[in-house]
């Protein structure tokens, strides 16, 4: 299967081209930024695409980040990606950032939970906790940081996620078990993205925003505006 992913939800704008059949990222590009998405987004997937000597057809579904994140930023993957699926015909699904995070740990076969952790701003953060095989062990949800830091009850845990630093292992309970990592990163790692993806179905994960809470800003229509796929 050939999986296109697009993450814009964070402080990245990446894509990535993945071959599930050989294990294989055949192309990948990624640009930290936290603004700008808009104007980097499709050049970028263009350079990707023609990286990937294949065409939009050639792809057997696109996967793009849903959020939580930033409200400007998420969208912009959308609706770049439900452009390209309506122009090349082929299925589109979304990934949360939380799950993106934690996706790497799991594949490692952990041994301890996972709690990824995303800034939510003003003493927030958004988190979700999944066992080492990845089940829940509680849902994804936005809360005070306080509330957060209850999860040190599930023992010593693997943190990940841009919030993972800053606002949980500096302020983890002093009588809690030490997380036995910490892994701060501004955005998700896109391959991943890519191979959640491939895994889930379609029918369970639609392509729309995951905010957990009202955003701050509104948008100027009710509805994603389609792009249109950039030419290879």
Not at 138 to 164: F, T
Request: glycine share 8%.
């Amino acid at each position: 299967m050939m999986i296109l992913a697009i993450d814009t939800a964070l402080d990245a704008c990446s894509a990535a081209v993945l071959d599930t059949t050989s294990g294989n990222t055949i192309a990948i590009e990624s640009l930290p930024m936290q603004r700008g998405h808009a104007e980097a987004l499709m050049p970028l997937l263009g350079r990707v695409m023609k990286e990937s000597g294949i065409g939009f057809a050639g792809l057997d579904r696109i996967a793009v980040t849903t959020g939580p994140g930033s409200f400007t930023g998420l969208r912009v993957g959308l609706s770049a990606a439900r452009g390209i699926a309506l122009a090349a015909e082929k299925p589109v699904v979304g990934v949360t950032t939380l799950a993106a995070y934690a996706a790497p740990v799991v594949a490692a076969n952990a041994e301890r939970p996972i709690l990824s952790a995303i800034d939510a701003r003003h003493d927030h953060v958004y988190f979700q906790v999944v066992a080492g095989d990845g089940s829940p062990l509680v849902k994804p949800k936005v809360a005070p940081i306080a509330e957060a830091l209850e999860a040190a009850q599930y023992g010593a845990l693997h943190l990940v996620g841009n919030a993972a630093a800053m606002l949980l292992a500096a302020r983890w309970p002093a009588d809690a078990a030490d997380p036995v990592a910490v892994d701060c990163q501004s955005a998700p790692d896109i391959t991943w993205v890519a191979w959640i993806g491939a895994a889930i179905d379609p029918d369970g994960a639609p392509p729309r925003p995951f905010y957990l809470r009202a955003p701050d800003a509104k948008p100027p229509k009710d509805r994603l505006e389609v792009s249109a796929p950039p030419s290879t």
